[in-house]
């Protein structure tokens, strides 16, 4: 069986049927670039000759090369993907994987900024510049709605209702949520909106129908890279912070929920969380931050 043909069609049935997020395809097709390079110098002729002895020697060379655990982990969740994908499909019979078990992951907490320090972050961005006015109302909506970057950069201005302090937002898998927009995030959008977001589109001709809602300095849609770069920009000037990623405001929204008495059920909606125990996760942060 064609290995390169199979891999190309599960890559494709996560984007078109799971909805998966373009970095998530990616990753997905290094890792099963990876194995198909093991199998080659391993001599194994396709993948219908692929046991679960031939998956622990791929493990083996990636423990052998001190991978991290929890990369190696991530591998591991890719090739059972796919050989879950091939045995629906009728390319094998048997899948491989059954014999293998997940390694034990010590899950880290979630990283998050105390109120103070999210004051302070929301207070950098010069408000008398277009860019100013961008970057807080995405901070400010980041903080108040717990969206995921991709979530955030695939807004489009029609999705914002701020006369009802909500948003619409596309999550994984293609399901759509509610989110609120707080009262803080309506006030930063509705400046952004009026005085930012129509000086950026001018960058762009004005006319070229991008719908949008955060826009780079060209007047087109913001990618997730470039979110991390401006948040990178400002966390330099909030004391005691480094290392926090534009996640850190989503995770820093979910402490802070449960911090001020909300149900985990919920915050489990807001979040867009398919699990509960994904959401439970931050029980703990607030646990460990109320003994500080």
Do not use: C
């Not at 290094?30 to 002895?53: G, I, K, M, N």
């Amino acid at each position: 069986m064609d290995a390169e043909l199979w891999t190309e069609r599960f890559l494709r049935s996560l984007e078109t049927e799971r909805g998966a997020a373009p970095h998530t395809v990616r990753g997905y097709a290094a890792d099963l670039a990876q194995f198909a390079d093991f199998l080659r110098s391993a001599s194994v002729p396709d993948l219908s000759a692929v046991t679960h002895v031939t998956v622990r020697s791929f493990l083996a060379s990636l423990h052998a090369k001190e991978l991290a655990k929890r990369s190696v982990a991530r591998k591991l969740s890719a090739l059972r993907s796919f050989f879950r994908f091939l045995v629906k499909e009728g390319a094998l019979a048997e899948n491989p994987m059954r014999a293998l078990r997940n390694p034990k992951l010590s899950r880290p907490l979630p990283k998050f900024l105390y109120t103070d320090q999210v004051e302070r972050l929301l207070a950098l961005p010069d408000a008398s510049t277009p860019l100013g006015l961008r970057d807080r109302a995405m901070f400010e909506l980041l903080y108040s709605s717990g969206l995921r970057v991709g979530e955030l950069v695939a807004l489009d201005v029609d999705r914002v209702r701020l006369s009802l302090g909500m948003a619409l937002v596309d999550g994984k898998g293609g399901k759509q949520r509610w989110v609120p927009v707080g009262e803080h995030a309506v006030h930063a959008l509705d400046e952004y909106l009026a005085r930012g977001r129509p000086q950026l589109l001018a960058k762009a001709g004005g006319g070229n129908g991008e719908k949008a809602l955060f826009l780079n300095r060209g007047g087109t849609r913001l990618t997730d890279r470039s979110v991390r770069r401006i948040l990178d920009k400002y966390i330099d000037g909030v004391a005691g912070v480094n290392g926090i990623s534009p996640h850190a405001l989503r995770h820093t929204f979910a402490t802070h929920m449960l911090e001020a008495g909300a149900d985990l059920r919920p915050v489990q909606e807001l979040l867009g969380h398919a699990h509960l125990s994904t959401t439970q996760v931050y029980t703990h942060v607030t646990r460990d931050h109320l003994r500080t």
